[in-house]
Structures are given as structure tokens and as C-alpha cells.
């Protein structure tokens, strides 16, 4: 098994929007600063500055930004 670790700086505008997508590996969400939504279905987290949200592989989900924001995305993928 080989992994892979992407890790990602995200800068996001006021009201922007990443429509309904997933990761074939494990996904965190950390704010670095302002404030982000994530949904999934019918459930909707908020992450404020210093908050992290871990997603399991292949959920579906969306991100908004609630103000401008920064946003440290890592990524987990496992090859068989």
C-alpha cells in the first residue's frame, strides 16, 4: 500500500461556493482564518479560525465561505 499526503492553502472570497464534490481519501479542514461552512446533506458545520474538520473518504460535501477566508486542506490517499 503507497500513500500520498497533498496538502493544500485555500484563500476563498466572501460568498464563494465549491459545489457538491468528494476525495477518494481522507480530507481535513482546518480555517486558518474567517469562516467556512461545510455541508453535507441536511448538515451544515461551521469552522471559525483555529478549527479543524476531519472527513472520512468518498463524503459528500460541500464548502462556503461565510466571510473571506483561509483554509489549510489536507489530503490522505491509500493505493492498493
Do not use: K, W, Y
Amino acid at each position: 500500500t503507497n500513500t500520498t499526503v497533498i496538502i493544500q492553502q485555500r484563500t476563498t472570497t466572501s460568498g464563494s461556493f465549491l459545489p457538491a464534490f468528494f476525495l477518494q481519501g481522507e480530507l481535513t479542514i482546518q480555517c486558518l482564518e474567517g469562516q467556512l461552512a461545510v455541508i453535507q446533506g441536511a448538515s451544515r458545520q461551521t469552522l471559525s479560525a483555529g478549527q479543524l474538520l476531519f472527513l472520512p473518504a468518498q463524503t459528500m460535501h460541500e464548502v462556503e465561505a461565510e466571510h473571506d477566508s483561509s483554509a489549510l486542506i489536507t489530503i490522505v490517499l491509500h493505493s492498493h
